[in-house]
């Protein structure tokens, strides 16, 4: 996880202030790249995106420290299609917030850089499947 944190770190621009993404695939690398950070002196928030509504407690999908105006960088462990990874920009969207980067730590679809680019959305894998010697999937 300390290598996943540098590396996330060392791509997140310096504007950035929350980090985050969809339950469960982000949570790991956002609340420990968040802790390492901090560790460094860069406050830095970390939350996740429930799937669906919580009802109860403080209600809603996100859990964590996420504030609007907020410049965000959603993360994930692996992406495939991404689908999660957009689904996850929507609701940080709907909370204010804005999303100034989507940053997997392995994409192995191939897929989520174009659909990024076509709602604008910055796009940047730690590590790719062809990396590891591996087609993507959509190639496979």
Excluded: N, Q
Excluded at 18 to 46: N, P, Q
Excluded at 75 to 94: H, I, K, P, Y
């Amino acid at each position: 996880m300390l290598l996943v944190a540098d590396a996330l770190l060392a791509v997140l621009p310096d504007d950035v202030t929350a980090l985050g993404g969809l339950t469960v695939g982000a949570d790991a690398a956002a609340y420990c790249t968040a802790a390492v950070a901090a560790t460094r002196g860069r406050a830095l928030k970390a939350f996740c995106v429930r799937k669906e509504t919580k009802d109860h407690g403080a209600g809603g999908r996100i859990a964590g420290a996420l504030d609007p105006g907020d410049r965000v960088a959603i993360t994930e462990d692996a992406v495939t299609r991404g689908v999660s990874m957009l689904e996850a920009a929507d609701v940080v969207l709907a909370a204010g917030a804005e999303v100034a980067l989507l940053a997997p730590v392995v994409d192995r679809g191939g897929t989520c850089e174009a659909m990024a680019a076509e709602r604008g959305l910055a796009f940047r894998a730690l590590v790719t499947a062809p990396d590891l010697g591996f087609p993507y999937e959509r190639d496979a």
